[in-house]
């Protein structure tokens, strides 16, 4: 690895190469979640299979999705929330410690700090009593004269004026929606996330969590739910990059789809066309012209 890189592999996970090591954040790999389906082409083995290091955001069953973590090698590093440890070692993922907010991991030249999210930290949803929680979380990454804040699942929180004030941010990985038709508490829909950006000032800004994943059929339906939920495949991170420049943010907006490769450091070697991002600036970054359109693949 020469060079610090990202790639956009769908729904909440990333690839990025930092510090001299790859990191995947909430890896989900395989072609089901539950009942829900990937919707957009399979990932490849070797998006996944070097991966040193796993950051866990929180417990739903499509950020810490337990078959995907088993498809890791044994000795990948599987980071989680405090209180989860013990629950994700007795189903069979051998490498797993825990971290609480304001805590920090080291791994090569990589530093991670765990920030506060705005989401519910209960495996089964906030309505659920049975079964493990632990607090959501955010993580900032710091490597390569760059830090990075995947911010997992969250709606705006107090503490964004925290991380913004630790100094300045080179990207932030924010969530624009979801898998469904609608959101429920402790999202990020876009016009929100226009405002964290607002707060944020990260370099770049990527939307996450949106195009990857939906229920089983919903995007065949006839018209009404299935004309929303092809609707909401597209439109959330072109929503995300259009309300940032409604409101003037100088912050660049890439919208990469589902396998997607975003340039880090303004060059990435030997691109493949096929993985070329959309990208938006903002107005003090040589113009405003908005995201290509595309339907995801």
């Known amino acids: ?13 990333t690839r990025l190469e930092l510090g ?28 996944w299979a070097d991966a040193d290091l796993v950051l866990i955001s929180h417990l739903h069953g499509d950020h810490l999705h337990l ?7 044994p000795d990948t590093r599987v980071v989680v929330p405090r209180g989860a440890g ?21 791994e090569g030249g990589l530093r991670v700090t765990a920030v506060p999210a705005a989401h519910s930290g209960h495996r089964w949803g906030p309505r659920s009593t049975r ?3 632990s607090p959501a979380l955010g993580h900032v990454l710091e490597a390569d004269g760059l830090r990075i804040y995947a911010a997992g699942d969250t ?3 107090p503490g964004m004026h925290d991380i913004a004030a630790g100094g300045p941010l080179d990207l932030a990985l924010l969530p624009v929606w979801g898998w469904g038709p609608s959101l429920g508490p402790g999202h990020l829909d876009p016009e929100r996330a226009a405002e964290a950006v607002d707060v944020l000032r990260p370099r770049l800004a990527v939307p996450v969590h949106w195009g990857t994943l939906a229920v089983a059929g919903l995007t065949r339906a006839p018209a009404g739910h299935g004309a929303r939920m092809r609707a909401l495949l597209h439109d959330p991170p072109h ?3 259009a309300a940032a420049r409604r409101r003037g943010s100088a912050s660049t907006i890439t919208i990469a789809r589902p396998g997607q490769d975003v340039p880090l450091d303004g060059t990435v070697p030997d691109p493949d066309p096929a993985r070329a ?14 995201p290509r359109p595309g339907h995801p693949e």
């Not at 078959?67 to 090698?73: D, I, V």
């Not at 013990?86 to 080291?106: L, T, Y």
């Open 20 to 47: 001299g090591r790859v990191v995947l954040t909430d890896p989900v790999l395989t072609p089901r979640v539950s009942l829900l389906r990937r919707v957009v082409p399979p990932l490849r083995p070797e998006d």
């Open 1 to 13: 690895m020469h060079h610090p890189a990202l790639r956009f592999l769908g729904h909440s996970t």
């Open 86 to 106: 013990e629950w994700v070692r007795k189903r069979g993922v051998r490498r797993v410690e825990e971290i609480d907010v304001g805590q920090e991991i080291r």
């Open 67 to 73: 078959p995907s973590l088993r498809l890791l090698r």
């Open 239 to 241: 929503r995300f990059a």
């Open 277 to 290: 991002a959309d990208r938006t600036n903002g107005p003090s970054r040589r113009g405003a012209s908005g």
């Open 131 to 133: 079964g493990p929680q």
């Open 155 to 157: 709606d705006l929180f």
